[in-house]
């Protein structure tokens, strides 16, 4: 069933179907006893086992949706029904962004893949705040009879294409302080290669400006919320090893590894869709070098800074050594 439905949405154009997909599950979900049924179906929530606690938040399953899939905040309830432990929204700027040129993202069936160059199109940090807002309250207004744990929600925050990088530091300081009191944990984003330029952040003495920055409005608050850097499966082993004694030596709360990747290694049977797209590619030809660097910076910090791991999980096999390191795993 799930290749038929699959092969009649591969018809559709990639973008808009997402949307269209979206949509039709928000309606379904809008109607209890199906909400239920799809809940019972998909969430592993039951077992004990798949409980993990990180970064002092309590996930019920440590799969979640990584940022890009719901950049404005809008299918929260959709997709905490489909089982995920946690969804991370966004990239969200200070100022709202069309995002660049459609055609802008593409499908790479044959390799379990897809490029994308999106550019951080969303709404805006203050429509997204707003949004967040309405389903704090709803889910505040509901616990008492939910018993069940909380959907964990990750803001994923970046810079307006139009700031230059020297300022690059405001915007990741009006898309914190706006979102702080929504949102759970923050997730750096200075390692897409769809903003002309962001890669460049990645450089030790930009990271430090702005994660020092973040960190030191975060100390000003009633509840410090977890900072995370978000990183590219493209750095060398000595950019590598720059993040990694950075977040050390900053005590960064964790690392999200990888963001996608503008090489095309791995692509076997849609290499010419893969030259002739430019942005980053997802999917299974980066779960290798994703792991990679999960593995290279857990080592490096000799298990100290929790991360995220990110990139090519299709099974439950990929999910169990990709998934979540912690601080002293056990």
């Given at each position: ?57 309590k996930?019920k ?40 040129d ?19 199109n ?34 994923n ?12 530091w ?14 759970d ?81 791995g ?53 169990n ?10």
């Amino acid at each position: 069933m799930y290749k038929i439905l699959r092969s009649i949405l591969f018809l559709f154009p990639t973008e808009w179907i997402h949307y269209f997909s979206m949509n039709c599950l928000r309606l379904l979900c809008s109607i209890s006893f199906l909400r239920k049924l799809f809940a019972t179906i998909f969430s592993p929530s039951t077992n004990e086992n798949l409980k993990s606690e990180i970064l002092n938040l309590k996930f019920k399953n440590p799969v979640g949706l990584g940022a890009g899939f719901d950049k404005n905040a809008k299918y929260l309830r959709e997709l905490e029904t489909l089982g995920f432990g946690f969804v991370e929204i966004g990239t969200v700027t200070p100022l709202p962004q069309v995002g660049n040129d459609k055609p802008r993202l593409f499908r790479l069936p044959k390799d379990k893949a897809l490029i994308n160059r999106m550019g951080f199109n969303n709404d805006g940090v203050k429509v997204i705040a707003e949004r967040l807002r309405q389903w704090q309250s709803k889910v505040n207004s509901q616990q008492s009879t939910v018993n069940s744990q909380r959907l964990i929600i990750g803001g994923n925050i970046g810079k307006n294409k139009i700031t230059p990088n020297e300022d690059a530091w405001k915007d990741y300081e009006i898309c914190f302080k706006e979102l702080h009191y929504y949102v759970d944990y923050f997730v750096v984003n200075v390692s897409s290669p769809n903003t002309p330029g962001l890669r460049e952040l990645q450089e030790k003495e930009s990271l430090r400006k702005i994660l020092r920055h973040l960190q030191m409005i975060n100390n000003g608050k009633a509840v410090a919320k977890p900072i995370l850097l978000k990183i590219a499966p493209d750095l060398t082993k000595e950019q590598l090893n720059d993040v990694a004694e950075l977040a050390l030596e900053i005590q960064l709360d964790g690392l999200v590894a990888t963001n996608t990747t503008i090489d095309r290694e791995g692509l076997e049977h849609d290499l010419r869709i893969g030259t002739l797209e430019t942005g980053g590619l997802s999917g299974k030809p980066l779960q290798k070098r994703s792991t990679e660097v999960v593995k290279y910076i857990y080592e490096k910090t000799k298990g100290e800074i929790p991360i995220i791991a990110s990139g090519g999980i299709f099974t439950g096999a990929d999910a169990n050594g990709q998934v979540l390191f912690m601080k002293d795993p056990g």
